[in-house]
């Protein structure tokens, strides 16, 4: 992977840590994710886990479907690192497989949050991963970063106005509802309205293992306990705010 060892060598320079939380078994990673649709964090991650396991220890990362759809050409670039289509039956398989899983709950609105949102966790309050964690009983390992989000500067979200046009008649792009809208500077557009793909600047990404997560219950009895599900949801999102509180400061 020479192009991905340049970018991490030298485009973003990354930093790392926490390599040693990761358990000899298969885990589900679950990140906060930065930096628009070129998610660079993400890619960078991934190459990190390669360089360090090889071909040795299988892991897969769910993008999300849009994502190639909107930017084929990166989407086939994340593919090479492992990336796969965000489904539930293909996380399963995976993990069947006994390979680890790295998602990224929060989606578009994580990935083109407001920059001054930048150090605040958001996984749009999806649970499905909790309930995958359960169902197939394995430790989820949360995965940070910060730098990313610095690679474009997000105004602000303007899905609800984007929104009521689509009502009056306006297309989405590639007839693919957004969920976001935003308003971004960044390369190559200078102002880009709407979720374009871009092309992340230089900037030094740091990237974090945190310590893994073990529930106290697993199975098919946890995973539809809605108030437990709520309980594990809550626990991950305020250990990764905590850590990401802890790296950005630092």
């Known amino acids: 992977m020479p192009l991905w060892r340049f970018f991490y060598n030298y485009y973003f320079r990354v930093q790392t840590d926490g390599w040693h939380y990761i358990p000899d078994e298969?885990?589900?990673?679950?990140?906060?994710?930065?930096?628009?649709?070129?998610?660079p964090d993400m890619v960078m991650c991934m190459y990190d886990w390669f360089r360090r396991?090889?071909?040795?220890?299988?892991?897969?990362?769910?993008?999300?479907?849009?994502?190639?759809?909107?930017?084929?050409s990166m989407a086939q670039l994340a593919a090479e690192t492992g990336a796969i289509v965000a489904h539930p039956k293909m996380a399963i398989a995976a993990l069947r497989k006994?390979?680890?899983?790295?998602?990224?709950?929060?989606?578009?609105?994580?990935?083109?949050?407001?920059?001054s949102?930048?150090?605040?966790?958001?996984?749009?309050?999806?649970?499905?991963?909790?309930?995958?964690?359960?169902?197939?009983?394995v430790k989820i390992v949360p995965v940070i970063?910060?730098?990313?989000?610095?690679?474009?500067?997000?105004?602000?979200?303007f899905y609800d106005l984007a929104k009521q046009f689509h009502q009056w008649g306006m297309p989405w792009l590639l007839?693919?509802?957004?969920?976001?809208?935003?308003?971004?500077?960044g390369l190559p557009w200078g102002i880009s309205i709407g979720p374009l793909p871009n092309i992340p600047l230089p900037v030094k990404i740091k990237t974090r293992i945190c310590p893994p997560i073990a529930f106290e219950k697993y199975g098919k009895k946890a995973t539809s306990d809605r108030s437990y599900?709520?309980?594990?949801?809550?626990?991950?999102?305020?250990?990764?705010?905590?850590?990401l509180d802890d790296l950005s400061q630092n």
């Open 26 to 39: 298969k885990v589900l990673l679950v990140g906060s994710h930065n930096g628009g649709l070129a998610a």
């Open 229 to 243: 599900v709520d309980e594990c949801y809550d626990l991950v999102v305020g250990q990764m705010q905590k850590q």
């Open 175 to 185: 007839n693919l509802d957004p969920q976001v809208f935003p308003i971004y500077l």
């Open 117 to 137: 949102q930048r150090h605040k966790i958001n996984l749009a309050g999806r649970k499905g991963f909790i309930k995958l964690a359960l169902r197939e009983n």
């Open 145 to 157: 970063s910060t730098g990313a989000h610095d690679t474009l500067f997000v105004l602000d979200d």
């Open 98 to 115: 006994n390979a680890s899983v790295l998602v990224y709950p929060g989606g578009a609105q994580d990935v083109f949050r407001p920059h």
């Open 53 to 72: 396991f090889g071909t040795h220890r299988l892991i897969y990362g769910l993008m999300h479907p849009h994502a190639w759809k909107m930017n084929p």
